[in-house]
């Protein structure tokens, strides 16, 4: 009697010790430190002002001229996962999401960029675009991927909508670079 | 108990498969800047209104025909958000008109496939050496270049005093059309 009352003791005792490791188990899990360092570094300037003038409007009664391109390099964007080891330089997958965050803009306003060519690398890398122009939207879209250490990736961003219609002042956004672990 | 686990681990894995790295951001500036243009549309720049002789003596000169609707205005105006509409105004700014005559001028409502607010027709105005408005309420819009487009000129000659007509007189006016703040 004494015995079974005992090992039914131990059961629960044990069952209880099952739950709880579990929830441990599961808050070490979420709460693992990530061994993964990584930069997204742009290395030209981080501000770029397309300039307008009443010139693009050639004749009376026309509207501005439709779009407005920087140079195909106007943004160049290094991807370096860290540490630098053979894995991180050569294999380690990657993407890089692009998004917009209005700071002053108008909805006629439209924004597209492009990746305009591979970068350069040290290491045996590669960079998967279709080097097409996307918009870019309030919400995060995939805009390159990749493998390894890849320096100065170059962009270039299209501006378009640009009207008579829409009132006349300074507007600025922010193009947000987002680097994932792929 | 089993399949909570396998979740649990699911969910990790999806977490770290693509997690958040890194980000960077680049800040897009542009200036549309106040635009002010305007453009006579003919197919001939100048306006003729020839005065013929009445084939029945007695009867009063046939005016009716004297006009010209050949030229259109054109413009492109931008404003800035507290700016004040635009207006167009018109004056001769040389030449006289022969005696005993006036010269009558209406400018049409818009027409034409241009885009915005468009200005209103101020109503008929006998030209003079003062500015006279001809069109008012111009907010930021292009009236599309060309004639058909825009606001259609309407210049009509009207006579006044019979004893002053000198059927040889000939004369050439110019007349100057100015876009300005309403």
């Not at chain 2, 699911?10 to 500036?29: A, E, R, W």
């Not at chain 2, 046939?62 to 006009?67: I, M």
């Not at chain 2, 004893?163 to 007189?169: I, M, Q, T, V």
Request: some cysteine.
């Amino acid at each position: 009697m004494i015995n079974m009352k005992t090992s039914q003791y131990l059961i629960f005792c044990l069952k209880r010790l099952r739950r709880l490791a579990y929830f441990f188990l599961m808050i070490g899990l979420f709460l693992t430190p990530k061994s993964i360092q990584a930069q997204l570094n742009i290395e030209s300037s981080n501000t770029i002002n397309f300039s307008i003038l009443e010139i693009n409007v050639v004749d009376a009664g026309l509207d501005f001229q439709n779009d407005f391109s920087t140079t195909d390099n106007a943004i160049l964007l290094s991807v370096n996962i860290l540490p630098q080891n053979l894995q991180n330089t050569t294999l380690r997958s990657w993407r890089v999401d692009i998004r917009k965050n209005d700071i002053d803009w108008h909805d006629n306003l439209d924004l597209f960029v492009r990746v305009t060519g591979t970068g350069n690398s040290n290491f045996n890398t590669s960079l998967q675009n279709d080097f097409a122009y996307q918009q870019i939207q309030d919400f995060d879209n995939l805009f390159f991927n990749g493998t390894g250490w890849i320096n100065n990736i170059p962009i270039q961003v299209k501006l378009s909508g640009v009207s008579v219609i829409i009132p006349a002042k300074s507007y600025a956004t922010e193009l947000v670079f987002t680097l994932l672990d792929d | 108990m089993k399949l909570s686990i396998l979740s649990t681990f699911i969910l990790y894995f999806v977490q770290m498969h693509s997690q958040i790295i890194d980000n960077k951001s680049v800040t897009i500036n542009t200036i549309i800047p106040e635009v002010a243009l305007i453009d006579i549309e003919s197919v001939n720049q100048s306006v003729l209104l020839n005065l013929q002789p009445n084939n029945n003596s007695g009867e009063q000169l046939n005016t009716s025909l004297v006009q010209d609707n050949s030229t259109w205005i054109n413009y492109t105006c931008s404003l800035a958000p507290n700016s004040p509409s635009k207006k167009i105004s018109v004056q001769i700014i040389s030449g006289e008109i022969p005696k005993g005559t006036q010269i009558l001028l209406l400018a049409s409502n818009y027409q034409g496939s241009g885009i915005g607010n468009h200005g209103t027709s101020s109503g008929t105005v006998i030209l003079n050496n003062f500015p006279q408005n001809v069109i008012s309420n111009i907010g930021g819009s292009f009236t599309s270049n060309g004639t058909n487009n825009g606001h259609q000129l309407n210049y009509r000659l009207r006579i006044i005093d019979y004893g002053l007509l000198g059927f040889e007189d000939s004369t050439s006016i110019t007349i100057a059309f100015t876009l300005t703040d309403d």
